[in-house]
T-cell receptor, first 113, second 116 residues
Framework: GENVEQHPSTLSVQEGDSAVIKCTYSDSASNYFPWYKQELGKGPQLIIDIRSNVGEKKDQRIAVTLNKTAKHFSLHITETQPEDSAVYFCAASTQGGSEKLVFGKGTKLTVNP | GAVVSQHPSRVICKSGTSVKIECRSLDFQATTMFWYRQFPKQSLMLMATSNEGSKATYEQGVEKDKFLINHASLTLSTLTVTSAHPEDSSFYIC????????????FGSGTQLSVL
């Protein structure tokens, strides 16, 4: 089955700096890659997603890149703010989310003022 | 955006009692919903897939008689933790996929269960 590895497990940056979180997946059939942000005591919130027919997607300060050949995808957050502090999960699926998503283990991002 | 409401957000119960958690899709219909369990500082562990009008599909190692799932309508799935024990204490999260577009997964806000 699919296996998703996520790095780093913790990341601390200064406000205004960029943050990058990387994930690799094992199943070449995976074609949908969402990223979720989870704040303490809350459910994950979808922040951006990308499909395998696209190499990069951007939404304001957040961008995701996908390298199908290498089977890895990354989340980029620019101009970080303290409210970006949370745990971020990457995930992979073979059928656009309708199949079971396989999650990475999460990255705790801390943005220091 | 699509909203998934999960209730209650926190519950404390005595060992041996049963607890029901509700997951509702407020502004969309969801043929499929998922139930996860999350331990502190860990990732989400899929427990079961809930399908409207049919039996839930449980992941390996998850006791179906322990964790009863009912998906009686296109907007509601319930998880009942039966005869709860302290080891069942955890954060339980549901998610739903809008049937109309059949993509993107939206999560509820989670339920923190504490069994004394």
């Amino acid at each position: 089955g699919e296996n998703v590895e996520q790095h780093p497990s913790t990341l601390s940056v200064q406000e205004g700096d960029s943050a990058v979180i990387k994930c690799t997946y094992s199943d070449s059939a995976s074609n949908y890659f969402p990223w979720y942000k989870q704040e303490l005591g809350k459910g994950p919130q979808l922040i951006i997603d990308i499909r395998s027919n696209v190499g990069e997607k951007k939404d304001q300060r957040i961008a995701v890149t996908l390298n199908k050949t290498a089977k890895h995808f990354s989340l980029h957050i620019t101009e970080t703010q303290p409210e970006d502090s949370a745990v971020y999960f990457c995930a992979a699926s073979t059928q656009g989310g309708s199949e079971k998503l396989v999650f990475g283990k999460g990255t705790k991002l801390t943005v220091n003022p | 955006g699509a909203v998934v409401s999960q209730h209650p957000s926190r519950v404390i119960c005595k060992s041996g009692t049963s607890v029901k958690i509700e997951c509702r899709s407020l502004d969309f219909q969801a043929t499929t919903m998922f139930w996860y369990r999350q331990f502190p500082k860990q990732s989400l562990m899929l427990m079961a897939t809930s399908n409207e009008g049919s039996k839930a599909t449980y992941e390996q190692g998850v006791e179906k008689d322990k964790f009863l799932i009912n998906h009686a309508s296109l907007t509601l799935s319930t998880l009942t933790v039966t005869s709860a024990h302290p080891e069942d204490s955890s954060f339980y999260i549901c998610s739903a996929i809008p049937t109309a577009i059949n993509e993107k997964l939206f999560f509820g806000s989670g339920t923190q269960l504490s069994v004394l």
